[in-house]
């Protein structure tokens, strides 16, 4: 007990001593500690609603690599475009598509070798482009491109990107094949379906491109749950992208959705570099 009071006088004009007496308050400290983490937890719940995917865990990070499809001829009326390559500074990491009639050509050609000669003195890995036709091509012939752009480039072909890939699983055996067939060259394997894929295919690939298409369609777009894939090896390729704004919303649902390897594009033509990397 604690006391306390003043000097006062009754009828008889006695001095009164009053006294106050204060009861000690006693804190449940059982129930404070409930009490704050279940304040966190509210915290936490709407922070995590805010993120707006549904299917992520957070929205931190940044775009870990760019997957460039570069498919002009590296001199004459696109020779600028490379150039602005060649002279990119990044912190990301590049894969560079490289295309000769849709596959590797007839023949090595100088001036394509002399290019991939300077990606790769920038660190880029350099990966040729090959068409499987959703799975209807024959794949002697996958291979038989495999074999020419390796005996054009030798090991400067770090990879190989299979575009218009199916993503069924009646189709998973032959790209099950073809994955082996690269991986005995102990090269890169890239998919692209261009939209949500089996997670059993990234047992096949390096990376796989779930998105591909125009911005319109993107922000329509529901992301599979790739939250069990490592962030790198989920790719997004977005082309009519026509102000930094538009590219800045892209990379954020990118990255909510877990795809940190993105590539933006301000038109829809992939004989030029995009005017959104860094």
Do not use: M
């Amino acid at each position: 007990l604690t006391s306390g009071g003043f000097i006062g006088t009754n009828s008889s004009n006695l001095p009164l001593k009053v006294l106050y007496i204060f009861k000690p308050i006693v804190l449940d400290y059982n129930k404070i500690a409930l009490l704050n983490a279940l304040l966190v937890a509210l915290i936490v719940l709407f922070l995590s609603a805010c993120g707006g995917s549904g299917n992520s865990e957070t929205t931190s990070g940044d775009i870990k690599a760019y997957l460039i499809p570069l498919y002009s001829y590296p001199v004459g009326s696109y020779q600028s475009e490379w150039e602005r390559l060649y002279q990119l500074r990044t912190s990301k990491r590049v894969f560079v598509i490289v295309n000769v009639s849709n596959g590797p050509g007839k023949e090595k050609d100088l001036n394509l070798e002399n290019a991939i000669n300077r990606l790769k003195s920038k660190g880029y890995k350099v990966v040729g482009y090959i068409k499987t036709f959703y799975g209807k091509k024959d794949i002697n012939q996958v291979e038989s491109e495999i074999d020419s752009w390796l005996e054009f480039y030798g090991n400067k072909i770090d990879g190989f990107f299979l575009d218009e890939v199916s993503n069924t699983l009646d189709k998973y055996q032959y790209y099950e094949n073809i994955s082996r067939y690269v991986r005995s060259k102990d090269k890169l394997i890239i998919l692209n379906p261009g939209t949500n894929t089996p997670l059993e295919f990234f047992n096949l690939a390096d990376k796989i491109v779930v998105f591909e298409n125009s911005t319109s369609v993107f922000f329509r777009f529901i992301y599979h749950d790739y939250r069990r894939i490592d962030p790198e090896r989920v790719c997004t390729i977005v082309y009519n992208v026509f102000s930094k704004d538009e590219a800045e919303r892209i990379k954020a649902k990118s990255l909510e959705n877990n795809s940190h390897c993105v590539y933006i594009l301000q038109g829809n033509s992939f004989f030029v570099l995009s005017q959104y990397i860094d």
